[in-house]
């Protein structure tokens, strides 16, 4: 296996990274987010924050559609009527304001900021920002939201954002050179480490809470009822077994309100070269195995134990 120099890469970001509308990249706070976003990080630095937000945080292709439906389901009575409302209108993605490059018709889904200066309280919103990216008044705990943060094991998260990328014509390459920009800390929300780090180290915070992608695949029940503790909800049995019920991997799958159906219409309407697909995929935990060959799996342990031998966090893999 030839591994690549920087220069290499720095070609492949160059000739095969090619997002939407050939938006290009740069850093904020050394993290790669889309250039667009320096057109909203004040205004998202200056947003009004209050108490009562519910927020969920992770890595993209963490498990973080699955962790926003448990969480609005949990804080809204289980109204599954309610919850056939694209997700998307229910819990604003910050981060789409990377995607606004002046088009006039933008979807309101895309407009997150706008959205959140209009919808009623609670407020339920979802990033992949790093906590050193996210509005002033939490970052100095001058207002106290909860925050929800869900993080997966590397190896799958590189796998999943792989197949995402070349589903939306993002990336143009192969496996091969995607998870070396992966580990190099050359996608958009890296570094992995760093932005899931910056939430692990505050999650003594009485208002973070941070749990895992395969605790939910182990055991979904136990880890219902622990971000309802945590929301401050009382869920009985029976409204349990529903819940899980409704997060099981079929139901999301087929479910339009979380499945990103109209995202991706919108993207290969957009993008006539977007190929479109399933947003929600296998579900799998440990499913990297199925594309990663022993060498790939070798270096990529190496590179987890190097970011996390003077850390607490561990992840199933």
Known sequence: MKLMNAEEMEEVIRKLYAPVRNFTYQSFHGYVLYSNFARYQKEIEDLQVYDDDVWVTSYPKSGTTWTQEMVWCICNDLDFEGAKQNIHERFPFIDFVQIDDGVADLPKFLKPLEMLKEMPRPRFIKTHLPWDLLPKQIRTFEKRPKIIHVARNPKDVCVSYYHHMKMFNVFLGNFEQQWQLFINDKLVSSPFFKNVLSYFDRCDESNILFIKYEDLKKDLGKSVLQVAEFLGVDLSEDQVEKLKEHL?????????????????????????????????RKGKAGGYKEEMDEEVVKIF?????ANLSNTKLRFDC
Do not use: L, Q
Not at 250 to 257: I, V
Not at 301 to 305: L, N, V
């Open 301 to 305: 342990d190496e590179w987890i134990e």
């Open 248 to 280: 099981s991997f079929e139901s999301m799958k087929n479910n339009k309100a979380v499945n990103h159906t109209e995202f991706i219409d919108y993207v290969r309407t957009a993008n006539p070269k977007c190929s479109g697909g399933e947003f929600i």
